[in-house]
Nanobody, 120 residues
Framework: VQLQASAGGLVQPGGSLRLSCVGSQPHYYGVAWFRQAPGKEREGVSCIYGGSTYYLDSVKGRFTISRDIAKNTIYLQMNSLKLEDTAIYYC??????????????????WGPGTQVTVSS
């Protein structure tokens, strides 16, 4: 399984950016976006598996995860971006549990990461 995310970018605070990730994972796999800021641990931003969806509290109402099964692509629409959203973003695929959607150890496959920088 290979995952490849689109390029991130530099965005001003309050701006929007959409990340996409094309993968060869089975359709029944869960998919997720994680991020890691300098000096911080990797954290689950948003995950979708079956009928369950997870959002990190700090992104609720601003970020939306979606997937196009026919294109084997997942998206992360990020609106109202804040300085603290600056991080390397990773797409991932695996077989998480409903209670462990944001647990990175439950995802088998990872994209290489893409930098998102929010700065004025």
């Amino acid at each position: 399984v290979q995952l490849q995310a689109s390029a991130g970018g530099l965005v001003q605070p309050g701006g929007s950016l959409r990340l996409s990730c094309v993968g060869s994972q089975p359709h029944y796999y869960g998919v997720a976006w994680f991020r890691q800021a300098p000096g911080k641990e990797r954290e689950g931003v948003s995950c979708i598996y079956g009928g369950s969806t997870y959002y990190l509290d700090s992104v609720k109402g601003r970020f939306t995860i979606s997937r196009d099964i026919a294109k084997n692509t997942i998206y992360l629409q990020m609106n109202s971006l804040k300085l603290e959203d600056t991080a390397i973003y990773y797409c991932a695929a695996g077989r998480p549990t409903v209670s462990g959607l944001s647990n990175p150890t439950l995802y088998y496959y990872w994209g290489p990461g893409t930098q998102v920088t929010v700065s004025s």
